[in-house]
């Protein structure tokens, strides 16, 4: 398979596969610039409570279109979708290509704005009534270099009736600081639209 069919909704049952029985061999679905990098990068974020959500293709409701997500679908943007049960946070750790180009050799900050949006509406849709984002602020703080591998993540900061306040971080595996965005979310009053 090569890294454009690499689509999440085949590649998680493969990486699962991998990490619970074949820890020292990477699936070959997996492209070799970045899957030894998620293979060191994965277990400490399970460690944090973390868990890999699979299956994404056979969502209902408001998730059954999911494959057709503009982040998710993305062929330059590769991403394993967590979360953590205790509090609803959201991990995704992406590898972001080489077609996501803004300025030369760095991520578009339109892509890395995508990126946290999707992330942060996964925790608020996955944590409670569908909602959806009506105001984004975002804060760039380091260009992303292309061909490397990112965690973003989201989480609800406060629910008050039909808006939600919500936070997101996009980073480097070592900690370092790339976007960080509050956003704030609504329930449509009326008809819930397909995602
Ligand atoms: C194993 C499984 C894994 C699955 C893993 C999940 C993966 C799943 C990934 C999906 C990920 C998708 C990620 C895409 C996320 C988007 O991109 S969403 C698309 C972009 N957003 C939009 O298109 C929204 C456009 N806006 C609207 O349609 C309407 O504003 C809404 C949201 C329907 C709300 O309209 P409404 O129901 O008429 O509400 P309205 O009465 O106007 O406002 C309600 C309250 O909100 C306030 N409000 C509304 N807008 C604003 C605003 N912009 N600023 C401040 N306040 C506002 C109002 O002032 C009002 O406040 P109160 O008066 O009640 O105090």
Same mark, same amino acid.
């Given at each position: 398979?090569?890294?454009?069919?690499?689509?999440?909704?085949?590649? @998680?049952?493969? %990486?699962?596969?991998?990490?619970?029985?074949?820890?020292?061999?990477? &699936?070959?679905?997996? $492209?070799?610039?970045?899957?030894?990098?998620?293979?060191?990068?994965?277990?400490?974020?399970?460690?944090?409570?973390?868990?890999?959500?699979?299956?994404?293709?056979?969502?209902?409701?408001?998730?059954?279109?999911?494959?057709?997500?503009?982040?998710?679908?993305? =062929?330059?943007?590769?991403?394993?979708?967590?979360?953590?049960?205790?509090?609803?946070?959201?991990?995704?750790?992406? @590898?972001?290509?080489?077609?996501?180009?803004? $300025?030369?050799?760095?991520?578009?900050?339109?892509?890395? /704005?995508?990126?946290?949006?999707?992330?942060?509406?996964?925790? !608020?849709?996955?944590?409670? =009534?569908?909602?959806?984002?009506?105001?984004?602020?975002?804060? %760039?703080?380091? #260009? !992303? =270099?292309?061909?490397?591998?990112?965690? *973003?993540?989201? %989480?609800?900061?406060?629910?008050?009736?039909?808006?939600?306040?919500?936070?997101?971080?996009?980073?480097? &595996?070592?900690?370092?600081?790339?976007?960080? /965005?509050?956003?704030?979310?609504?329930? &449509?009053?009326? *008809?819930? #639209?397909?995602?």
């Amino acid at each position: 398979m090569s890294s454009v069919d690499a689509h999440p909704t085949i590649v @998680y049952p493969h %990486y699962v596969r991998a990490l619970d029985e074949e820890k020292a061999q990477l &699936p070959s679905s997996f $492209p070799r610039e970045y899957s030894e990098e998620f293979q060191h990068i994965l277990p400490k974020l399970l460690q944090r409570g973390f868990h890999i959500l699979t299956k994404l293709n056979n969502q209902k409701g408001n998730l059954s279109n999911i494959s057709k997500n503009f982040v998710l679908s993305h =062929p330059h943007i590769h991403v394993v979708i967590l979360r953590r049960a205790l509090d609803g946070a959201v991990i995704y750790l992406a @590898y972001v290509g080489s077609h996501v180009q803004g $300025p030369s050799g760095f991520m578009h900050g339109g892509a890395t /704005a995508a990126l946290l949006d999707d992330c942060v509406s996964s925790a !608020v849709l996955l944590s409670g =009534p569908f909602a959806m984002t009506v105001q984004m602020n975002v804060q %760039y703080r380091k #260009p !992303v =270099p292309l061909n490397s591998v990112v965690i *973003v993540e989201g %989480y609800v900061e406060q629910t008050n009736g039909r808006k939600t306040v919500a936070g997101g971080k996009m980073y480097h &595996p070592d900690g370092a600081l790339y976007a960080e /965005a509050t956003l704030l979310f609504v329930r &449509p009053r009326l *008809v819930e #639209p397909k995602m």
